[in-house]
């Protein structure tokens, strides 16, 4: 027989024990423990969750009319969803700020030590030294050097190699422990988390992804995986961190423990948490939410995603992990305003963006499969070392591939002041200052020349090494990664642009706005839009992502340069695949997604997708009243499908409802432990009314509880577009197909997305869960 829902393998049932009474066991009176409840790798039933929840309210509402300990229980029902944003809000904060912290001690390490006290990093070491002036900020004698602790000496070449040994000893051991601990303890903390994420969020159910031992590990590997230099962000796995949260917590409320549909709602709160933490910006978080990874998102939600995102964003700030009173590490000041010709230049870096973006999904993709599907998938630790080891020996000559990503990126978008002492302000006649103490457009110094060359072999290497690292089982987020590749080509092309406004200001592109001598073009800003692009050409947000760049810089007079570049990214990359980086590891992975993005656009009917086809074994249902214990046990144990048709008659084929597998199981079990007389050949009735037994008769089994008396039903000349819209927007496990009322077959949701990789050439088994 066919499976109706592929699940995880099963274990049969065998029911056992027999009894001598004659009375009916009637499971209408009392719940069973486990019945409404989902096996793990399986869909859950949105219109189910939804009519309990609105039946436990209406419940809770009549209550609290009845006295006064009733009102108060309403009351404090209706507040716990804001008590719980709260919880998370402050939860995300404090972890995240930890997290902060924490990375960029480890970053640290792995350059030297802080003799005053190790646990201080670079920054801190030096903010009260009495021996350092402004432009050797980094410089003071309580800051040393690994090469001045071990051999008393920095200068020479013995000194650099000790320096390039420990940077990649460190960053060995941190990739290590990262990788081991993941393995070991909490496999499901390996990634992103966004893909899975999103697919827990549209309905699907895997266990322990958003646990405790997952919470505890990913943010104990984050830190070292982010300290281990390898080019990889935080941001991602924070959302995933901030989901834990709100999973975690859900525990604490009945409300939320019991219901997986209210259950997700706080879900997407958390995830806007999550985004407000790691980039600082709690209203891209929400819109994050809402755009990218929510699949259900009611008004109610908004209101308290915002909140939760306040919350989290609130607590960050009171922490403080950055110690500039800011929530964000690239806090920009831009002086200068944008003129309507570099529309030119910021369009370029947006079919960059999309470029970048196609390119880096189709070879990560390719790269993912092959770990999958050979040898290499089995030996996630040595891949890791291997990966860190390239990265760490081809980083360290240069300064920009050596510094954190972070750091690279807040550089890039940097506009150079006259106390700037980076590569990339050392322009000559630097102290040649215009009006108002700002800097004009001048000749480029030594420093700029190298630092191009400089930040030429970083995007190289940012372009290379991110696509072998992302995916591999250890915390990695790609939102920094492609920031960084998009900052540095912005800043090129900047600092490009400036060069030719300064050497050809006489040109008509430029003399109707550039005079000689005035500040025209700004580099950091090209990094800012780069940043975006490239970012956009992976993910395909828009909205969201530009109010994230313009919350993380503070760069709110470049929405315009910043929603060209987006959407220019995403039209390039659309052009060139239509999937974004999660959707396309959704579907490597297999998962059940059902993307409501796109439409269905095939003329093809509910008849060509419903099994059973027309050469296939009978549709597997259930009698309403002339059904035994065995005949169910039996179906139970020979079959893997998740549910079954409830008909009248063999004969008849007209519906009654749907019964879910696992109820039937947890029904019969516990009718055999508490029912003296439930036997094998006891008849189980889905009917209202059982007619009356002859004397000495096994005792019947009434399950008409357990029955979903309205399953949805379509004809089987229904149009599939239509059939996809109603799985999309209800949620829908499975639809039956009837014929003038007869039951012909049936389609889950599984069947709907083969159905759509076929019709899209794609491979219909790539498909593995429902």
């Not at 796995?237 to 997700?264: D, M, S």
């Not at 954190?404 to 550089?411: A, R």
């Not at 998009?486 to 200001?505: D, F, N, P, S, T």
Request: proline share 4%; glycine share 8%.
């Amino acid at each position: 027989m066919f499976p109706l829902v592929s699940t995880s393998e099963e274990k049969s049932y065998n029911g056992g024990g027999i009894g001598s009474s004659n009375r009916m066991m009637d499971f209408l009176e009392e719940p069973i423990p486990g019945v409404g409840t989902y096996d793990d790798f399986n869909t859950i039933d949105w219109v189910r969750e939804k009519s309990r929840d609105r039946d436990r309210h209406r419940e809770i509402t009549n209550k609290s009319k009845e006295s006064t300990w009733a009102l108060i229980h309403s009351v404090s029902d209706a507040f716990s969803g804001w008590l719980l944003m709260l919880l998370i809000g402050l939860l995300s904060g404090s972890l995240a700020g930890l997290i902060d912290i924490s990375a960029h001690w480890m970053t640290d390490l792995k350059e030297g030590i802080c003799t005053e006290g190790f646990w201080f990093n670079h920054e801190h070491c030096c903010w009260n030294s009495e021996h350092v002036t402004f432009e050797d900020r980094d410089k003071c004698p309580e800051w040393n050097s690994w090469s001045q602790l071990l051999i008393s000496t920095d200068e020479g070449a013995f000194a650099y190699i000790v320096n390039y040994f420990m940077y990649v000893l460190w960053a060995l051991l941190f990739a290590f422990l990262a990788v081991s601990l993941v393995k070991v303890f909490a496999p499901y903390a390996c990634g992103s988390g966004i893909p899975e994420i999103k697919t827990i969020l549209s309905g699907f159910i895997i266990r322990g992804y958003l646990g405790k031992w997952t919470l505890i590990i990913k943010t104990i590997t984050l830190v070292l995986a982010v300290s281990s230099g390898l080019s990889l962000g935080k941001e991602g796995p924070l959302v995933h961190v901030a989901c834990c949260c709100g999973n975690i917590l859900c525990h604490c409320f009945n409300k939320y423990r019991k219901n997986e549909a209210k259950r997700r709602e706080v879900l997407s709160a958390a995830a806007a948490a999550g985004v407000s933490v790691a980039f600082g910006a709690p209203i891209g978080g929400v819109l994050f939410s809402l755009e990218e990874v929510s699949y259900y998102f009611p008004l109610k939600t908004l209101w308290r995603s915002f909140f939760a995102a306040l919350v989290a964003a609130f607590t960050l700030r009171s922490i403080n992990p950055f110690g500039n009173s800011r929530l964000v590490l690239f806090y920009v000041e831009f002086h200068t305003p944008w003129h309507l010709f570099e529309l030119v230049p910021f369009i370029l870096l947006g079919i960059f963006g999309g470029l970048w973006g196609a390119l880096f999904i189709r070879t990560n993709i390719a790269w993912c499969r092959k770990r999958k599907t050979t040898q290499l998938g089995k030996y996630p630790v040595i891949e890791v070392l291997v990966v860190t080891a390239i990265t760490a020996i081809l980083a360290f000559p240069n300064e920009y591939t050596r510094m954190s990503t972070s750091e690279l990126i807040s550089e890039l978008f940097n506009d150079c002041g006259l106390l700037d002492s980076s590569k990339l302000c050392d322009y000559e006649n630097r102290f040649n200052t215009s009006k108002g103490g700002e800097l004009p457009d001048r000749p480029a110094g030594v420093g700029v020349y190298s630092a191009m060359w400089q930040l030429a072999l970083t995007l190289i290497l940012k372009i290379v090494i991110t696509i072998f690292t992302f995916g591999m089982k250890i915390p990695s987020g790609l939102f920094i990664p492609s920031m960084a590749v998009g900052a540095i080509a912005g800043r090129l092309l900047g600092v490009g642009m400036e060069q030719l406004a300064y050497y050809h200001h006489d040109w008509a592109i430029f003399n109707s706005w550039c005079s000689q001598g005035a500040d025209c073009i700004t580099p950091g800003l090209y990094a800012m839009v780069g940043a975006a692009a490239c970012l956009g050409g992976v993910t395909r947000m828009t909205v969201s992502l530009v109010v994230i760049m313009f919350e993380l810089t503070g760069g709110l007079e470049y929405i315009v340069p910043l929603m060209a570049a987006a959407m220019t990214s995403k039209w390039v990359a659309d052009a060139l695949g239509r999937e974004g980086i999660y959707d396309a590891h959704i579907r490597l992975n297999g998962y059940p997604f059902l993307e409501a993005k796109e439409e269905f656009a095939h003329k093809t009917l509910a008849m060509d997708v419903m099994k059973p086809r027309r050469n296939d074994p009978l549709l597997t249902v259930l009698t309403q009243d002339s059904i035994t214990v065995e005949d169910v046990e039996t179906i139970i144990s020979e079959t893997t499908y998740s549910g079954f048709p409830v008909v009248v008659s063999r004969e008849s084929q007209r519906l009654v409802g749907f019964v879910l597998r696992r109820d039937l199981i947890i029904s019969i079990e516990n009718a055999r432990k508490k029912q003296d007389g439930v036997v094998s050949t006891s008849i189980i009735y889905f009917t209202e009314h059982s007619p009356p037994m002859p004397p000495y008769t096994p005792p019947t089994l009434k399950l008409r509880n357990i029955l979903d008396l309205s399953p949805f039903t379509v004809t089987d000349l229904t149009p599939m577009e239509i059939v996809v819209d109603i799985f999309r927007k209800l949620g829908l496990r499975q639809c039956l197909v009837t014929h003038n009322g007869r039951l012909l077959g049936i389609i889950t949701k599984k069947d709907v997305l083969k159905h759509i990789a076929q019709m899209a050439n794609q491979d219909p088994d790539s498909i593995l869960f429902n």
